[in-house]
């Protein structure tokens, strides 16, 4: 069967913006020892890249290629160097306009994730040997680094497809042979026949030759501060082997631990052994607090993986016959996602941490390497493919060693983005939908809730705390005037749903805005969706708890103060009209980036004014929503279109009533009566007032006359004598002489 290379296809007028952009990185910064650029040629554009006189390989932009369109609406343009065999061998972002990276996370942080690339084989990734290599996600910036790492991937893949890299095709079609482990070879052995084979591999490291690690990297305070006095102390032993392997799993764990193993494994599904002693701990404390055990990670082909808690079984010891006692022992299974064939050559990287101050860290790392050796493999040679003649080079024939599976592997990676990304996400998107299903249900049965006022004010305050834990601080699904400005610019410029659909939780939460708006107005967001507006309330609950005074704007002030939040979304508006990024930076009048995305971790400034903004609401209940919020303002405009009106009132309201007006927790209701909607958060207080017969003037003079009319229709009240029970006995009625019978049975 016949793989059919994509044609590619580009924008007109692409061929410019390599040249653009290539000043902005010298030779050196995408190939070491490089020293200068050959001419652009091709489309899309590249350029060879020279060490001297020798080619070292070519540098494109990612934007040329495919896609790179990020959060803000706008392509992110990566230079990216590659190799004549497939390899990234650098990358550098040259221009952007995101806004978390603007204002926000680190662009250092955002890089460093997108760094993890280089040294990635995109050659075995085109032919479908492996899947395409994923960059680490960085917290608050999830959608802007999956878009780099995806452009970077899939254009480098689109480039050798086209074979615009002619090493790349010759190797994907050299002979190849398969290795398998032979499962047919089990037996026992001792530690040192382990040991002798290279069934085990080991890394020793002594406290001293870690501090002098320390001095070469450049950082010597590190290296002033050794685990222990002697230098001459065993910092780490270091032991390493693939217990998936029948001989060396049955030597290492034991007969009834490996069987469990096997048990728990999957088809082609690898587990190895890490142990280690000395002063230095290979798990560290990560994996307690976070389930991650960042301090090791397992390295293949350029790709690599960190375990997780669910990966990984604690051993009590060795069983092999002369096995150290050790410190720690761990046995860990790779994960199904990560293409691991323990018939390659692999390592495991060990990351070592010293503290140099409070916060800081120095690191450095060590690569324990390991082979399996030869004893315990199956080779079967496969014949070479012949190479493609020059006119058939639009259809090649199937890799060698190519299957069904990484036929499925090519489709699989032809998936636009945002599918992944979704699936990615199906848990997350799933508690959202049924949290939307949830408030929709609250308000279609309003009524009915707000006539039990304690339990209705439970339901409120749990969801507000889902609101701000989950779905703010842990899913970062915070809404933001930047996507209304995003939007607007797109609808204008270049329209593009798929960038949108890159935040799933994001987009779910704009539609349902959206559908809210023509019920209930801009309510069910501010009032119940928006992580920072339940963070304010529940700040001043708590404060209102602790007898903090509240203080009570006056109205004429107030509806003076309301119209700032539409100045600064007209504002910022007008801004996007001139410079997205401009409008974006000026946007953090917004807190929700540094209370909500990034949790107050964040420079001082922004933190002393989202503190100031919360501090403001401990006395005045959600003042940053009634007077500076543009998002509430955005939403507030349209909002006025809504086709229905929920909330109830009586002809007395405002006059003379104005009981409604005066305990409204942020002042929507006129003296007159009359609900503003632009500036109602949809908290339903003044609904538990329309049907409690204690507090509201109108349903105590309904409650006074049913009383009255109750008292006037007993019998007492017509002069008879008080009602008496009759008794009755087998049927015998007994009657009580001169009172008011009532038979009872």
């Known amino acids: 069967m016949a793989l059919l290379v994509p044609c590619l296809s580009f924008e007109a007028g692409a061929a410019g913006r390599l040249e653009q952009f290539l000043s902005r990185a010298q030779p050196g910064e995408l190939f070491a020892g490089a020293d ?8 899309p554009p590249m350029a060879p890249v020279f060490r001297g006189r020798d080619l070292v390989g070519h540098v494109y932009l990612n934007s040329d290629v495919t896609s790179a ?6 392509p992110i343009h990566i230079l990216v160097g590659i190799d004549e065999a497939g390899v990234i061998r650098g990358l550098k972002m040259v221009d952007h306009q995101e806004p978390i990276v603007l204002i926000g996370i680190p662009e250092e942080k955002v890089v460093a994730s997108l760094n993890t690339l280089i040294g990635q084989d995109l050659g075995r990734v085109s032919a479908g040997a492996v899947r395409p290599p994923q960059v680490d996600i960085v917290s608050g910036a999830t959608v802007t680094v999956l878009v780099m790492g995806d452009s970077v991937v899939r254009s480098a893949v689109r480039l050798i497809r086209g074979n615009r890299l002619a090493a790349t095709q010759a190797q994907v079609m050299a002979p190849t042979e398969t290795r398998e482990v032979d499962l047919t070879t089990s037996e026992l052995r001792d530690w040192e026949t382990l040991i002798g084979d290279g069934s085990v591999r080991t890394l020793r490291l002594s406290v001293g030759e870690v501090s002098e690690a320390f001095r070469e990297i450049g950082r010597p305070e590190a290296a002033e501060r050794p685990e222990t006095r002697d230098p001459q102390d065993q910092f780490i032993e270091l032991y390493i082997a693939p217990v998936s392997v029948p001989t060396i799993g049955r030597s290492l764990l034991g007969e009834v631990q490996y069987e469990r193993l096997v048990q728990r494994l999957k088809p082609g599904q690898q587990a190895i052994v890490v142990a280690g002693d000395g002063a230095y701990s290979f798990k560290g404390s990560g994996y307690v607090r976070g389930g991650i055990f960042d301090r090791v990670e397992l390295l293949q082909d350029g790709q690599g993986i960190r375990f997780r808690d669910r990966n990984h079984t604690r051993l009590a010891d060795l069983a ?4 150290p006692r050790l410190r720690e022992i761990a046995l860990f299974v790779v994960p199904e996602d990560f293409d691991f064939d323990v018939t390659e050559p692999w390592e495991l990287q060990l990351l070592v941490q010293r503290s140099i101050g409070a916060r800081d860290k120095a690191t450095l790392s060590y690569e324990l390497g390991y082979t399996l050796p030869d004893a315990y493999v199956t080779v079967t040679q496969v014949p070479a493919a012949p190479a493609p003649a020059p006119s058939e080079q639009v259809v090649q024939p199937e890799a060698p060693g190519l299957d069904a599976a990484a036929e499925a592997r090519l489709a699989a990676d032809d998936e636009p983005l945002w599918q992944r990304i979704w699936k990615m996400n199906t848990v997350s998107i799933a508690i959202t939908v049924v949290a939307l299903l949830v408030l929709t249900a609250i308000f279609f049965f309003q009524d009915w809730l707000v006539r039990r006022p304690v339990l209705y004010r439970w339901i409120r305050r749990g969801y507000l705390v889902f609101t701000l834990v989950w779905l703010g601080w842990y899913a970062n699904a915070q809404l933001s005037v930047v996507n209304v400005l995003t939007f607007t ?5 270049d329209f593009n749903w798929e960038f949108f659909l890159s935040a799933p939780l994001i987009f779910i939460l704009w539609a349902a805005v959206a559908a809210g708006l023509l019920f209930w107005g801009r309510g069910p967001f501010c009032g119940w969706l928006c992580p920072f507006g339940a963070l304010q309330e529940l700040t001043n609950n708590i404060a209102q708890w602790l007898k903090v005074p509240q203080i009570k704007v006056p109205f004429g002030l107030h509806e003076r103060l309301w119209p700032i939040k539409y100045i600064i979304f007209l504002g910022l508006f007008g801004l996007s009209f001139y410079s997205v990024a401009m409008a974006e930076i000026a946007a953090e009048v917004e807190p929700f980036k540094t ?13 002393v004014f989202a503190l100031a903004l919360l501090a403001a609401g401990l006395f005045i209940e959600r003042f940053y929503c009634r007077y500076l919020c543009p998002l509430g303002a955005a939403l507030a405009i349209p909002g006025r279109i809504r086709m229905f009106e929920w909330l109830k009132r009586w002809p007395e309201c405002g006059s003379p009533c104005q009981r409604c007006a005066k305990d409204c927790p942020v002042q929507s209701i006129h003296p007159e009566g009359q609900i503003n909607v632009n500036e109602c958060i949809y908290c339903m207080h003044c609904q538990e007032l329309y049907h409690d017969d204690q507090r509201c003037p109108h349903m105590i003079q309904v409650r006074l006359k049913r009383e009255k009319f109750q008292a006037l229709s007993s019998p007492a009240s017509r002069g008879e004598g008080p009602v008496k029970t009759v008794i009755s006995h087998k049927g015998t009625r007994i009657e009580t002489p001169g009172a008011v019978t009532r038979p009872t049975t």
């Open 36 to 43: 200068r650029y050959g001419e652009i040629e091709g489309d």
């Open 69 to 74: 369109i990020g959060y803000s609406g706008k």
């Open 320 to 323: 092999a016959d002369g096995a």
């Open 489 to 493: 610019n797109a609808l204008i410029t």
């Open 595 to 607: 209370a909500i995305i990034l949790k107050f971790v964040r420079d001082w400034p922004f933190v």
